[in-house]
């Protein structure tokens, strides 16, 4: 089982900036997390992927982010954080983070969800 609790979000004006953290808990073993990433679900849209960190690989971010946001993960906290620059009102969203997690004996993975946390971006 792993718990997420997500902190950082806000009100900010455009062209501000928020940091999201994200720490992961409970009984799990970190070598069977795949990666680490944020999600955004806007009013009346699909969730869409933000930014992710795969375990050993390289980020990667939605077009409509790249350059403004940064993703990052510590390890030995078990915490990925979402830097975000130049923000403009689209951004506005609930942000969730999430953790797909994958252990014996079937290496099924599970997605793992934090609660969300607001962001709005609006003068």
């Known amino acids: 089982q792993v718990q997420l609790a997500e902190s950082g979000g806000g009100l900010v004006q455009p062209g501000g900036s928020l940091t999201l953290s994200c720490a992961a808990s409970g009984s799990f073993l970190s070598r069977y997390v795949m990666g680490m990433g944020w999600y955004r679900q806007a009013p009346g849209k699909q969730r869409e992927l933000v930014a992710f960190?795969?375990?050993?690989?390289?980020?990667n971010y939605a077009d409509s982010v790249k350059g403004r946001f940064t993703i990052s993960r510590d390890n030995a906290k078990n915490t990925v954080y979402l830097q975000m620059n130049n923000l403009k009102p689209e951004d506005t969203a609930v942000y969730y983070c999430?953790?797909?997690?994958?252990?014996?004996?079937?290496?099924?993975?599970?997605?793992?969800w934090g609660q969300g946390t607001q962001v709005t971006v609006s003068s």
């Open positions: 999430n953790v797909p997690y994958s252990s014996p004996p079937t290496f099924k993975p599970t997605m793992y």
């Open positions: 960190i795969p375990s050993g690989g390289s980020a």
